[in-house]
């Protein structure tokens, strides 16, 4: 997301490598619009962080304070501890970040995207330090982890996760499964029933397949890209702030009581049943394609 900006260099080159590609294949992968769009709201991003950076700094250095263990930092395994931490707790974020309307408020601003190319990496939405989503990556102060540490961790974790956003490059077969790739990164921006909220992890989809949301892109179901229920115009501030006024008119027309169901339940949830939610996609998928779905569907926690 932002941290990509902190690496423009490679990032840009990426870029330019996709576009020259795409071409030379005869693809236009970007489109004056969305990557209009992109751009826009990156730089409306990049003004805005700022103010939730220091939210963020503040409450990690406060944590570290009340730190848990004294972790020896000059060797090699803190570092290795910190990456798969960051992992883990990057994979919790970014799950309830799909699975909770209040997270999802945000983060539907990175998935609005229809056309998938590197310029994506860049569009995150502006109010994540309202969501305070951050929140997931706390207990790695508390264990002992620098504050410092973990925001470097986190911006490499970010930034590892600019190439993954091209289309140019189908499976990889020796790291397909375990690494984040180009591959499992469509499938997360998928709106294809069978492909939503799968494949949450940063770097790796070890916590996926520990936790049963790792599904692979199948060839018989091409990818979709964007949202099930896109803004309904290409106004920045619409495409940025829709699914928070959504919420607000959901909020609006309903008694008290549905309130905490509209916050915090999954997209799409309504009272007494009357909503569509991803698994409500899922399910219904699979009764109308028994024989197209994603493997895991045999595992239970694939609900
Ligand atoms: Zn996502
Ligand atoms: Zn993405």
């Not at 609005?112 to 706390?138: C, K, P, Q, V, Y």
């Amino acid at each position: 997301m932002s941290t990509a900006l902190n690496f423009l260099p490679i990032f840009l080159s990426l870029i330019l490598i996709e576009y020259v590609v795409g071409r030379f294949k005869g693809r236009s992968l970007y489109s004056r619009t969305e990557s209009g769009l992109s751009i826009g709201i990156a730089l409306g991003q990049q003004l805005i962080r700022y103010l939730g950076l220091s939210l963020r700094a503040a409450m990690l250095f406060l944590l570290w304070e009340f730190k848990l263990f004294e972790l020896p930092k000059d060797n090699i395994g803190y570092w290795v501890a910190l990456f798969f931490s960051v992992e883990f707790t990057y994979y919790w974020f970014h799950r309830m970040s799909h699975e909770v309307r209040w997270f999802w408020a945000n983060h539907s601003v990175h998935h609005s995207i229809e056309e998938m190319n590197i310029l994506a990496a860049i569009r995150f939405g502006w109010t994540g330090w309202i969501s305070g989503a951050f929140i997931f990556h706390a207990p790695l102060a508390i264990i002992g982890f620098h504050p410092v540490h973990i925001a470097l961790m986190l911006g490499l974790n970010l930034a590892y996760q600019s190439w993954i956003h091209t289309t140019l490059i189908g499976k990889l077969p020796l790291i397909e499964g375990i690494l984040n790739t180009p591959s499992a990164h469509r499938v997360h921006h998928a709106s294809n029933a069978d492909y939503l909220d799968r494949n949450h992890g940063g770097v790796t989809m070890i916590f996926d397949r520990v936790f049963g949301t790792y599904v692979e892109e199948r060839e018989d179901t091409p990818v979709e890209f964007g949202l099930v229920k896109p803004a309904p115009s290409k106004n920045i501030f619409r495409v940025t702030l829709n699914e928070w006024i959504r919420m607000v008119a959901d909020l609006r027309s309903s008694p008290i009581k549905h309130w905490p169901g509209y916050l915090f339940g999954p997209p799409g949830w309504a009272p007494d049943g009357q909503g569509i939610t991803s698994k409500d996609l899922r399910d219904q998928y699979r009764l109308e394609h028994p024989n197209q779905v994603s493997p895991v569907k045999l595992d239970q926690s694939y609900t």
